[in-house]
Every structure is written in structure tokens, then in C-alpha cells.
């Protein structure tokens, strides 16, 4: 028996090192890091009060459903649809607003319509059989009609009697000169977190994403998790939407466009695997940290802004790269 | 009295009699073999004892009481665990998690309530322990040998007091040696009072530790015999139909 405890100590001690080497997270956090001192040295503009306000409030938003996308990803789903939804709850919340209503009808109002929509996606997924590709692509383009229909194409720039608590909940700052977007996205990564990693629920994510036939056969309420976890990519991106709404002060009907893209690109830059059963709450923010990094650098280092696509692309790929390389040296 | 009595069962699925009145029972610590070819209505059998498909005909009795099921976990409930033909693993969880999926322990008050990792590793460990397998809790499944694998599968079956055991296939893709583990983890079941059905196309596993041999062939039973009234001969000339049935 004493054996065996030592084996597990030892083991464990061993692998501390390989285990964080072996995070897809853990070298693209290197690279984080790596670019901020770069471009501390490089630029008197990077590391300033200012600038850095703006980089962290400017991921936020695709950070926050990129939590929402990671669950989805995890079970071996996608969706797209998230651009489309994060503009018609903007939308429904500045409609709403609009016609006089406060603003926590606006709010309630806002991510109801999420969770209807991500109810939509996950009972056509889950119940009827049909593939997320195809489901979140056609709900991305029912989204922004939708969004259209509500504004009759205008842009929206008056929220009415709450107009200013608005404004200060999504472009203020409450503590410490934190832009409030930081905040949210920190308190709803440490939620993501939690729940993967604590909750009955979040195994079973996993599960559903490394085997949905085990996950079946060993009684996991399959079908169910994956209503919610559309919810909860939707719920993302509706939260996302109401707090651009405030940073913005103006909402118009081509927000969010090619956001998910965006939103992808960051899940599986910070490690989560298309394939599913693989990917992390902190991985989802870090990479969506790298690609505002990338952007503000290029613009910062006076790169042309066109090569902006080239530089994130190229991440992508490395960063899958990184990955089929990890598992090329452990043949299973 | 047998644990598990099954009386005049038959199937249908639209024209198709996948089973046709088929009769056997099962004494606890009893181990059987249930064997045919591709298409005898093995899967079937299994299937109605697992609760994913309810009779057309016909009804099954445990410990003497009537029992329906509706879904998989109803049976689970009643004490029959499944090792499924392709175990039903997670390669991207843990020994542990595996073990434990669909019935993870938690810990805490009312709603809040957490994942105890630290039971669940303890109880796996105990259960490979006691299966004597080398499989560590902690240890990603997609890291492990068939062997091991079946391990986790089968620990999950002890969980639960379990009074039967179904094993589709269990040694259908692994080494010889790994056949050999497996076959003792059965041999262990048994010795603890658990009847187990082992459903195989192996002859030399249903015959090394088998105590019975139940045969079906296009739906219908045509032996059951203690093993050693028969032989491997006997018994593929069952499954084939060369020798059209024995008592």
C-alpha cells in the first residue's frame, strides 16, 4: 500500500511540469506574455493606462462567448450563430429601451430572447437530429433578419429613461479603473470554470463530447445537456450584446457580423479541439487575449491593418499544429 | 430461485421475428454463454434484459417477481449491469470518471453540491483493487490497454450491488493475455454470488468459464446445456445449424 501512495506522489510530482508543457493554454499564455513585453519595449503607446484599458475591454466581448462557445465545443457541437445573436439581443434590448421601458426590462427581455433562440438551436440538435452546422448556420441568418425587423433597419441610439445606466454598466468602470466589460468577463470565466470542472454537469459535457454513445448507454441526460448548452452559448452571447450595447451607446443591425469566426478562432487558439471532448474556460480567454494582442500590436507597430487576417490565421493553424504535434510523440 | 427467469419471450419488429418464444433462467453465481451467429437475436436478448426494448411476447421474472422495464436505467435500478460490446468509454476521462459516469459522487448541501473527486478516486481504486487489475484511477483512459479498459468497464458493474451482469463481447479485440484477465475478473464476479451472462463467438472463453451454454439461432433457443454435457463441436454445429437442436 505504501508503495502505492508513493507511486502517486511521485507521479504526480513528475508530471507537474509535463502536465502544464503538455497545455495547449499554457504556450499560447507564453506567447501572451512574451508579446506584451515585446511590445512594451518596442512602443512608448503599448503599456500605457489608456491602451491597456482598451485592449482588455475590446476581447471581452469575444471572450465572453467564447466561454459559451467552449462548452459547445467541448460536446463536439458549433455554433455560429452567436454573431448574429449577440445583434438581435443588442437590438431587442435597444428596442426596447427605446419604447420607454427600463432598463432591466430591456435586459430581461434581451437574454430571454437568447435563451429562446439557443432553446431553438439545442431541441432542433438534440430532439430532431439535425447537425449544429447546418441548425446555427440557418439561425444565423434568422437572427439578423430578425434583428432588422425589430429596428426596421435604423440604427438605435437613444435607450430612453435609463439611457445613462446603460451607457455606465457597459462603457464605465466601477473599481479600480477595471472597465466593467473585464469585470463581467472575469466573474463568468471563474463560473465557466467552476462549473466544468466541479459540477455533475460539466463531466458529463465532456463525456458527451469524448463518447455521446457512452454518455447514452451509461444514463447521462444527453439530450437535455445539449438543449442547455446551446442555451448557454446563445445566454453568452446575448450577455456580450447588452454590454457592447452599453460600451457603444449605438446599436446597428451589422454588429456582431463574422464574430463567431472570431469567437472559434479564439476557443481553438486557447485549446479546445473541434473534434470535442477537449477545451478549457481559461483557454477560451486566453486566446481570445492573443488575438487582440496580435491586432493592437500590428496597428501599434505600424503594420498595415490589412495583414491583420494573415497574422490571426496563422496563429490558428499553428496553434492546431501544436496540438497534432503533441499527439504525434504519444501514439495511442 | 433463479434470479432471473425468462419465459416464452419473442420480439417482432414489423415481419421481422427477431425473437421467438426463447426460454432460459439464471441462478445467482452462475455464469452462461450465450452464443450464435450474426443475426440469431443475441443483441436482442441482451437488449431486452437491459431495458432498451420491452417483449412483444412473453415476460421476464426476477427473484420471482415480475419485471418491466421502460429504459436502460430502470434495469440498472433492478440490479442487471451491461458491459457493452465496445464498453462505452470516454477516452478523454479518467479511470475514475469512467467508473463513475452517469453516477458521479458529490459532495455538499442541497443545490450546492460539488464533484468528490477525492472519493471517486478512492472508490475506483478499491474497486481495480479488489477486480486486481493495475488500472490507476487517475490515468486517462485514451492512455490505457484493452485490458485495463475492460476493467474500468467492468468496475462500473460494482458499483451497484448488481445481481446480473450482461458482457456483450468482452474479449472480442484484445491480446491473449488481456483474454486471460478478463476471464479471471468473471470468474471473480461469479465467486461473489453475481450470475453473469457472456455473450461471445469465442468458444474457448464460453468454454473456460462457462457454466452453461444457452444457443440461439434464428431466434430461437436450440440448446442449453451444462458445459460439460457439450462440446465446442456440438456447440458449432448449433450456431451453424448442422445439428438442428438438443435438449
Known amino acids: ?332 | 430461485m433463479p434470479v432471473l427467469e425468462i419465459s416464452n419471450v419473442s420480439k417482432h419488429f414489423g415481419a421481422i421475428h427477431a425473437l421467438n418464444d426463447v426460454s432460459f433462467s439464471l441462478e445467482p453465481g452462475e455464469v452462461i454463454g450465450l452464443m450464435g451467429d450474426n443475426g440469431a437475436g443475441k443483441s436482442t436478448l441482451v437488449k431486452i434484459i437491459a431495458g432498451n426494448f420491452r417483449p412483444t411476447h412473453g415476460s421476464l421474472k426476477m427473484d420471482g417477481r415480475e419485471l418491466v422495464m421502460h429504459k436502460p436505467v430502470e434495469a440498472r435500478q433492478h440490479g442487471i449491469e451491461i458491459v457493452h460490446q465496445h464498453l462505452a468509454l470516454c477516452d478523454n476521462l479518467t479511470a475514475a470518471a469512467n467508473v463513475f459516469l452517469g453516477r458521479e459522487l458529490r459532495k455538499g448541501v442541497g443545490p450546492f453540491r460539488v464533484l468528490d473527486y477525492g472519493a471517486m478516486y478512492k472508490r475506483a481504486g478499491e474497486l481495480f483493487k479488489e477486480l486486481k487489475s493495475e488500472t490507476r484511477p487517475r490515468d486517462l483512459v485514451k492512455q490505457m490497454s484493452g485490458g485495463q479498459r475492460q476493467a474500468v468497464a467492468i468496475a462500473r458493474t460494482r458499483l451497484s450491488d448488481a445481481k446480473i451482469v450482461l458482457m456483450d463481447e468482452p474479449t472480442a479485440a484484445i491480446s491473449v493475455r488481456q483474454v486471460a484477465e478478463v476471464l479471471n475478473l468473471i470468474r471473480h464476479l461469479r465467486d461473489q454470488g453475481i450470475a453473469v451472462v457472456l455473450i461471445s463467438h469465442r468458444m474457448p472463453d464460453v468454454f473456460t468459464v462457462c457454466d452453461r451454454v444457452v444457443v440461439l439461432r434464428r431466434g430461437r433457443k436450440v440448446a442449453d446445456r451444462p458445459i460439460a454435457l457439450s462440446s465446442p463441436e456440438e456447440v458449432t454445429g448449433l450456431i451453424t445449424g448442422a445439428i438442428e437442436q438438443v435438449a
Not at chain 1, 431587442?92 to 419604447?99: G, Y
Open chain 1, 1 to 332: 500500500m505504501a508503495t502505492t501512495i508513493d507511486d502517486h506522489i511521485g507521479q504526480r510530482q513528475h508530471s507537474l511540469l509535463s502536465w502544464l508543457t503538455s497545455r495547449q493554454t499554457f504556450w499560447v499564455l507564453i506567447a501572451v506574455i512574451l508579446a506584451c513585453a515585446f511590445l512594451s519595449f518596442a512602443t512608448d503607446s503599448f503599456a500605457t493606462s489608456n491602451n491597456l484599458f482598451n485592449v482588455t475591454r475590446n476581447f471581452t466581448f469575444v471572450a465572453v462567448i467564447a466561454l459559451g462557445m467552449t462548452i459547445v465545443i467541448i460536446t463536439g457541437g458549433i455554433d455560429l450563430s452567436v454573431g448574429s445573436v449577440l445583434c438581435l439581443c443588442s437590438m431587442v434590448l435597444a428596442v426596447t429601451m427605446h419604447a420607454g421601458y427600463s432598463i432591466e426590462v430591456g435586459i430581461a427581455a434581451s437574454l430571454g430572447t437568447a435563451l429562446i433562440i439557443g432553446a431553438v438551436n439545442g431541441v432542433l440538435i438534440a430532439y430532431v437530429g439535425m447537425p449544429p452546422f447546418v441548425v446555427t448556420l440557418g439561425m444565423l441568418s434568422i437572427a439578423r433578419s430578425l434583428a432588422m425587423v425589430a429596428s426596421n433597419n435604423t440604427v438605435v441610439y437613444q435607450f430612453g429613461p435609463d439611457h445613462d445606466k446603460l451607457l455606465a454598466l457597459g462603457g464605465g468602470h466601477f473599481f479600480f479603473g477595471i472597465a466593467n466589460p473585464v469585470i463581467y468577463m472575469v466573474v463568468l470565466t471563474l463560473i465557466t470554470a467552476f462549473v466544468l470542472r466541479w459540477t455533475r454537469f460539466g463531466r458529463h459535457v465532456y463525456a458527451i463530447g469524448g463518447n455521446e454513445n457512452a454518455a447514452v448507454l451509461t444514463g447521462v441526460p444527453v439530450k437535455q445537456i445539449k438543449v442547455a448548452v446551446y442555451m448557454i452559448s446563445s445566454l453568452s452571447a446575448g450577455i456580450a450584446g447588452v454590454i457592447e450595447t452599453g460600451w457603444l451607446g449605438a446599436v446597428t443591425t451589422n454588429l456582431g457580423t463574422g464574430m463567431e469566426l472570431q469567437v472559434i478562432a479564439a476557443t481553438v487558439i486557447g485549446g479546445a479541439n473541434l473534434a470535442g471532448g477537449v477545451g478549457t474556460a481559461f483557454g477560451a480567454i486566453v486566446g481570445a487575449a492573443l488575438i487582440e494582442i496580435i491586432r493592437n500590436s500590428l496597428g501599434l507597430l505600424g503594420i498595415n491593418a490589412f495583414w491583420q487576417g494573415a497574422f490571426i490565421g496563422s496563429f490558428i493553424i499553428v496553434a492546431v499544429l501544436f496540438d497534432r504535434i503533441k499527439n504525434l510523440r504519444q501514439p495511442s
